[in-house]
């Protein structure tokens, strides 16, 4: 039985790193996307209105507003923030940088309205600004809707915590026409700097890729799905089609479920890493904060189903606990002479370990770590493993995290 399970792990590494969609490879990459793209008629480029949900953001703003305030964008674009209900002076702050860089005519701050029943809080936010933008849901009606902005072609939802690079709307909408996106979205640098971030990050990363391949989600034959809701690029009719944020309303997960929706309307989808243009500036100096994002979405993710909780910690134990596992025991019963049958286990963690090295390389190296961050995964396999039970229990026992509670 022992070797059964040993080869099993070996044989579902091997499975990932021989799968056709090659999930672990890191690919593709948004900067590699060629610009080529000429403007419509008369030179106009289409006009664009960036959504910033923002609840107690005051630390970031100063660092990310500049930067969509100051698109080298050649088109129309209009920045709508919503400081949702903060308790920090995220307005204030949002306002003070508009009118200091002489920017005020691009960017809009709307209070956030108390939350309806049955919407998740970011995604109201989101639906506020769209109203703002004369993009909002059938049959929602808004206080400011009759001062809304002209009817933008594009959406682009982007976090707080999210900076830009000077280009990066250019980059995003010009790959859109080019290529007739419905959706365009790019899955932000995270930071990695911390001991816990580079532990945890470049893992988030990985698993992210290989439960939504992302050459799958961008090829229309396949019904796999994906966005990063970090860096939505949103065509105004494909939102309008699935009927506006209401038909997210109570998502936790709602770049996931965006996506699902959006694809099945129009299968001209995209997804790829950011490289340098989009980052997110969100810190995890310690494993609280990013315990805690974790554990928001993980059970969500799973349904809420007990089975299926139960064949992800089997499944996790399989990839991260029995190779290492595997290799010790394997190596205590040679030195007590056990013969053929410890060498035969040491050899199977041994090949384990080695394809999930094999495997994992391309993301230590997308984050520029030293190559001895391959032999981490095990552990960080294991505290997401610990993190998911404690997302099922904390739903079991009613006590949820919403959005932007730490």
């Given at each position: 039985m022992l070797l059964v399970l040993g080869a099993a792990s070996v044989l579902v590494w091997l499975g990932i790193l021989l799968h056709p969609a090659r999930a672990w490879d890191f690919r593709p990459v948004g900067e590699d996307e060629p610009t080529d793209f000429e403007?419509?008629?008369?030179?106009?480029?289409?006009?664009?209105?960036?959504?910033?949900?923002?609840?107690?953001?005051?630390?970031?703003?100063?660092?990310?507003?500049?930067?969509?305030?100051?698109?080298?964008?050649?088109?129309?674009?209009?920045?709508?923030?919503?400081?949702?209900?903060?308790?920090?002076?995220?307005?204030?702050?949002?306002?003070?940088?508009g009118q200091r860089l002489s920017a005020s005519h691009r960017l809009i701050i709307l209070p956030g309205a108390p939350l309806p029943p049955g919407w998740v809080g970011k995604v109201w936010a989101l639906e506020q600004a769209a109203a703002a933008c004369g993009l909002a849901s059938p049959g929602i009606v808004h206080p400011r809707q009759r001062d809304c902005l002209p009817r933008p072609q594009y959406v682009l939802l982007t976090d707080a915590d999210i900076r830009h690079a000077p280009r990066s709307v250019w980059r995003l909408v010009a790959e859109s026409e080019r290529k007739q996106l419905a959706l365009n979205s790019r899955m932000a640098r995270l930071r990695c700097v911390s001991g816990a971030e580079c532990l945890l990050i470049p893992p988030f990363v990985f698993f992210f890729s290989l439960l939504y391949p992302m050459r799958w989600v961008n090829n229309p034959r396949r019904r796999v799905a994906a966005a990063a809701g970090g860096c939505v690029l949103l065509a105004a009719?494909?939102?309008?089609?699935?009927?506006?944020?209401?038909?997210?309303?109570?998502?936790?997960?709602?770049?996931?479920?965006?996506?699902?929706?959006?694809?099945?309307?129009?299968?001209?989808?995209?997804?790829?890493?950011?490289?340098?243009?989009?980052?997110?500036?969100?810190?995890?100096?310690?494993?609280?904060?990013?315990?805690?994002?974790?554990?928001?979405?993980?059970?969500?993710?799973?349904?809420?189903?007990?089975?299926?909780?139960?064949?992800?910690?089997?499944?996790?134990?399989?990839?991260?606990?029995?190779?290492?596992?595997?290799?010790?025991?394997?190596?205590?019963?040679?030195?007590?002479?056990?013969?053929?049958?410890?060498?035969?286990?040491?050899?199977?963690?041994?090949?384990?370990?080695?394809?999930?090295?094999?495997?994992?390389?391309?993301?230590?190296?997308?984050?520029?770590?030293?190559?001895?961050w391959v032999w981490t995964l095990p552990l960080a396999g294991s505290v997401y493993g610990a993190m998911t039970v404690d997302s099922a229990l904390r739903y079991w026992t009613g006590r949820r995290v919403g959005w932007r509670d730490t």
């Open positions: 403007a419509g008629p008369a030179g106009r480029w289409p006009s664009v209105c960036v959504l910033v949900p923002a609840r107690n953001e005051a630390e970031v703003l100063p660092h990310t507003l500049p930067a969509l305030l100051q698109q080298d964008y050649p088109g129309q674009l209009t920045v709508v923030l919503v400081d949702d209900r903060s308790h920090d002076a995220s307005g204030q702050i949002a306002r003070q940088t009719a494909g939102l309008e089609k699935i009927g506006g944020f209401a038909s997210l309303k109570g998502d936790i997960i709602d770049d996931l479920n965006l996506a699902r929706r959006v694809k099945r309307m129009s299968p001209a989808v995209r997804l790829s890493l950011s490289r340098t243009e989009v980052s997110s500036l969100r810190v995890y100096d310690t494993l609280s904060p990013i315990w805690t994002m974790v554990r928001r979405t993980a059970f969500t993710e799973l349904n809420h189903s007990a089975l299926r909780l139960l064949g992800t910690l089997v499944g996790l134990g399989l990839l991260f606990v029995l190779p290492p596992v595997w290799c010790v025991v394997g190596l205590a019963m040679a030195l007590g002479g056990a013969g053929a049958i410890a060498l035969l286990l040491s050899l199977e963690g041994g090949a384990a370990l080695g394809l999930s090295a094999i495997v994992y390389w391309p993301a230590v190296r997308f984050f520029e770590l030293p190559r001895r």
